[in-house]
């Protein structure tokens, strides 16, 4: 069985500073690895996915996250984040066989404030 | 090219009562995905289905069951309604084979009273 850790439920930061969502994981077998974003009273938005190949991913909105398999983590990072980016950001992972289901963390609240 | 579509956007029902809701997928999918998402909580996966059969069932009582039709769109269907069953209900859906990417509709949020 799969499980995923956020360990931040929230993170405040400044407008058009860095920020980092970390995300960890674990698994006894291989995996993919998800980041989505919700926004309020909306459904899921797919931000970027690892599959295979290079461990660093990017996604849209200018996001991209890094895959490392010893520590098995999966952060998440914005170089410069825009207020537009409040929301709340949730990791999956999902066993890399068909027809297997997401498994989600409880999700991180960024807070981006002027 | 038309996302994930659910209806209705919005539901209220009271304790006992049965409710469906539905699930168009993205064009193209074949597969349709259901999860639960209590307020403040990550989603929780409820059932798959795929060519009309469900293929994987997560940790949900009989009362949550499903059907998908040819067209590949989906029903939940949730009977004796509980308070606790109150949440948002999102659908996913995707193209069958291993690196299957779900893409989410809005979700429909039930209330029950």
């Known amino acids: 069985a799969q499980s995923v850790t956020q360990l931040d439920s929230q993170v405040p930061v400044f407008e058009e500073a860095p920020v980092e969502l970390r995300c960890n994981y674990s698994s006894s077998v291989s995996v993919y690895l998800f980041w989505y974003v919700q926004y309020p009273n909306q459904g899921l938005q797919l931000l970027l996915k690892y599959l295979s190949g290079s461990t660093l991913v990017k996604g849209i909105n200018g996001f991209e996250a890094e895959f490392n398999k010893s520590q098995t983590s999966f952060h998440l990072r914005k170089p410069s984040v825009h207020i537009s980016d409040t929301a709340e950001y949730f990791c999956?992972?999902?066993?890399?066989?068909?027809?297997?289901?997401?498994?989600f963390g409880t999700g991180t609240r960024l807070l981006v404030s002027p | 090219d038309a996302g994930v579509t659910q209806s209705p956007t919005h539901l209220i029902k009271t304790r006992g009562q049965q409710v469906t809701l539905r699930c168009s997928p993205k064009?193209?999918?074949?597969?349709v995905s259901w999860y639960q998402q209590a307020l403040g909580q990550g989603p929780q996966f409820i059932f798959q289905y795929y060519e009309e059969e469900e293929r994987q069932r997560g940790n949900f009582p009989d009362r949550f069951s499903g059907h998908q039709f040819p067209n590949y769109s989906s029903e939940l269907n949730v009977n004796a309604l509980l308070l606790g069953d109150s949440a948002l209900y999102l659908c996913a859906s995707s193209l069958a084979g291993v690196q299957d990417t779900q893409y989410f509709g809005p979700g429909t949020r039930l209330t029950v009273l």
């Open positions: 999956a992972v999902k066993e890399n066989t068909g027809f297997q289901k997401l498994v």
């Open positions: 064009s193209g999918h074949d597969t």
